[in-house]
């Protein structure tokens, strides 16, 4: 290649990343932070399920390839981690806390490439949101599979935004080898490309037309079922304490809790546009008043891993079982989560798709889990409208400080999320 060609690659990439100095700034302090991040960790003994996590990775280093029973998830993510650290010949937790947290990184400039085939002038400070999303940002130097599992789910999605929907499906087949309950994303994505290709036209010919698009996606959909089938079951372990339920909505009440606390300055900034709509749409007041008695007849705190008031979940969960002004405090802020998603904008019409999706991702499970919430809140910082540049970096530096709040808890041991 002639260097004139080189320069001029190299150039283009540059576009490509940044554009401006104060961008290139804000790209090293990540990595300044992030890097800190996992050295204030490395060294740690297993934090709660890494115990798991890592022991299925050491069986797999000692070539004993039976599953860890106290994981309910399919090995891929540990055979890869098992097969790297067996390259490097290295076997120790530092190691794997390492090859996790590279992978881990990754997650952060597919979500950047993805956000700019969405909406290319925020795509930077977006990918700032997503990079200190309080409820993952803790996980990044961790052997835990949910920062993996997302980054396969944006590959996969990054692949169908770029029409390459034979890789897509396959990537996302591969993320059910990580997390089971990716088989919700890949038909997400599967149904997402139909919408954007062909509209709401169901006829012979667009039928014909998704099912060459999707191959991947049906076979990637039938070996799940097929897994079932011969599992007899969705878990792999931890089946008791696993079980597939659609009679529990925990899972999508503390979304709705976290998503009023956690996007707090677009709350905030929304409390007028709410009150207009409340006043303009009337009977959305019976709406949110039937909501309130489902969410008071239905709430509960049953599972028995959320009762350990370490985790700060846990902590939240008991105390609005314990009395009712208690509960009613819990409940406000699921309320207001619940009105502002009529208020809140998506991109294109077919993103509105993620909200159902979202339901029938959180509904199966019983057990109330902050992790279970990466992809939504992810999915939705990617589709959401873009607000004023004054409430988008508020919201940056927002999530930045609760970062560092939740990582305090878990390197001092005072909570986990």
Known sequence: MRPGKKIMKFQNLKKYLFKNKYQVIVFFFLLLVFATAFRLVENYSEIIDEYYHFGQITRFLGHDFSLEPGLSTLPGFHLLVAFILQLLGEKGLPWARFVTFMFNLLTIPVFYAAARKIEEKAAFVRTMQFAFLPIIFPYYPLVYTDIFSLLLVFCALFLALSKKYYLSGIVATLSIAVRQNNIIWLMFINLLTFISESGLKINVQTVRNHIKRSLTFILGALLFILFVLVNHGFATGAKSFQHVTFLNMGNLYFFLFSFSIIMLPQSLASFPKIVAFLRKEKKSILLIFIFFLLLLLSFQNSHPWNQYTYFLRNKILVAAASSPPLKLLYFIPIVYGFIMFFIVRLQKKEYYLLYPFIILYL?????????????????????????????????AAYFFTLSIVFFWGLVNWVFFL
């Open 363 to 395: 509904l199966p499970s019983w057990l109330v889990e902050v992790r279970y919430l990466f992809i939504p809140f992810a999915m939705y910082l990617l589709f959401r409208k873009r607000l004023s540049d004054r409430v988008e970096k508020v919201t």
